[in-house]
C-alpha cells in the first residue's frame, strides 16, 4: 500500500463516461464505463484506494456519479469546464475525443492538484431545479408572445395559428405560477432568513432574490460583494496591451447569464425606487456617462447592498442606505 495520491480524469456524456488513470509505475490507463451505479462501481474496483477523481461539470449528467463518490467518501473534484476548455487549448490539441478529454482531466488533475468539492444541500438542488424550469417557461412565454406578434403583422388569416399560441401561453403561465409557488415554500424552509434579508433591498423582487439565492448556494461561499459582482458576470473587463491595443472597458460577462438578466430589470426598477441607485444614476448620467453603463453600476450597486443586509443580518433600510452601500 502507499500513500500516493493518484489521479483519475473522467470525461462524462450522457450514457457513458471515458476515463483516464494514473498508476502507480507511472503509466497512464484509459477505459469507457457505463454512467450508471454498474459504471460507479467499476470505477472503484479499478481506481480503489488513494485516488482523487476529477471530472468537469456538465450540467446534469456529473451529478449521479458525484453522489456516489460523495456517499463512498472519496475525494473528487468538479472544475468549471472553461477551465478545461481552456487548458486543452494551452497544450495546442488540434482534435477532440472523449479519450483525449479524459487524458487531459487527468493532467489537469495532476499539474493543478484541485480541492475536495463540496456538495451543495439537498434543498438547493431542488431549489435550483425548479429555478431553472421557472426561466425555461418563462422564455417559452415570451417566444410564443413574439410568434404572436409576427403572426399579427402578416396580412394574411393568421387567426387559428393565433388562438393556439394564446392557448399555450395561458397553460404555461399556469404552469409557471405552480412553479413558482413550488419554489418559494422551498425556500421558505432552507432560506427563510436570506428570503426576508434580499427582498428587503428596494429594486430587488421576489425572482430576482430567488436566483440570487439560488445562484450562490445561500451566500455559503461569497465572501466579499467583489465576488458576488464578478460571480454575475458584472465586473469590469480590460483589454490593453502596449501601444497598439487600447481597448474599451466591458463587463466580463464570464458568470451568470440569467442572474445578470434579473439584476439589469431589478436595477430598471431601483434607480426609481433605492435612493442610493437613484442618487447613482443620475450622477452618472449628469456627468455624460451613457445610460446603459448607469444602469450596469446600478446592478452593482445592488449586488452590494445584498452582500451588506445578508452578512450583517440587517434589513435594509432608507435611512441608513449610504453605510449600507
Keep these: 500500500m502507499t500513500d500516493q495520491i493518484l489521479y483519475c480524469g473522467i470525461d462524462i456524456s450522457a450514457d457513458s463516461f471515458d476515463i483516464c488513470y494514473l498508476q502507480s509505475g507511472g503509466e497512464l490507463v484509459f477505459g469507457k464505463l457505463p454512467n450508471?451505479?454498474?459504471?460507479?462501481k467499476e470505477l472503484l474496483k479499478l481506481c480503489p484506494e488513494n485516488y482523487h477523481f476529477v471530472m468537469e461539470a456538465t450540467g446534469a449528467f456529473h451529478l449521479p456519479l458525484c453522489f456516489y463518490l460523495h456517499d463512498k467518501n472519496c475525494f473528487y473534484s468538479v472544475v468549471n469546464a472553461l477551465q478545461i476548455k481552456r487548458y486543452i487549448q494551452?497544450?495546442?490539441e488540434r482534435s477532440k475525443t472523449d479519450k483525449k478529454d479524459a487524458r487531459h482531466i487527468c493532467m489537469y488533475g495532476i499539474e493543478r492538484k484541485p480541492g475536495q468539492y463540496k456538495m451543495p444541500d439537498q434543498q438547493y438542488f431542488e431549489c435550483r431545479t425548479l429555478n431553472n424550469a421557472i426561466e425555461a417557461v418563462t422564455t417559452d412565454v415570451v417566444s410564443y408572445s413574439n410568434k404572436?406578434?409576427?403572426a399579427k403583422k402578416l396580412k394574411i388569416d393568421s387567426a387559428v395559428a393565433v388562438k393556439t399560441y394564446q392557448q399555450i401561453i395561458k397553460t404555461l403561465k399556469n404552469e409557471l405560477q405552480k412553479l413558482q409557488v413550488e419554489l418559494d415554500q422551498k425556500l421558505m424552509k432552507w432560506q427563510p432568513d436570506l428570503v426576508t434579508?434580499?427582498?428587503s433591498v428596494k429594486g430587488i423582487g421576489k425572482r430576482t432574490a430567488a436566483t440570487l439565492i439560488v445562484f450562490t448556494q445561500g451566500f455559503?461561499?461569497?465572501a466579499s460583494y467583489q465576488q458576488l459582482i464578478s460571480y454575475a458576470g458584472l465586473s469590469p473587463r480590460e483589454y490593453t496591451s502596449g501601444k497598439s491595443i487600447k481597448g474599451r472597458v466591458h463587463i466580463s460577462k464570464i458568470g451568470g447569464k440569467q442572474l445578470r438578466h434579473l439584476l439589469y430589470?431589478?436595477?430598471?426598477n431601483a434607480k426609481k425606487t433605492n435612493p442610493a441607485c437613484k442618487a447613482l444614476f443620475n450622477r452618472l448620467v449628469e456627468k455624460g456617462k451613457n445610460k446603459k453603463l448607469a444602469i450596469i453600476a446600478v446592478c452593482n450597486k445592488l449586488l452590494k447592498q445584498v452582500f451588506a443586509v445578508v452578512k450583517s443580518g440587517v434589513l435594509y433600510s432608507d435611512n441608513y442606505y449610504k453605510n449600507i452601500a
Design 90 to 92: 494551452m497544450h495546442l
Design 148 to 150: 404572436i406578434y409576427a
Design 265 to 268: 430589470m431589478a436595477a430598471l
Design 197 to 199: 434579508q434580499v427582498k
Design 36 to 40: 450508471t451505479i454498474a459504471g460507479f
Design 220 to 222: 455559503k461561499h461569497t
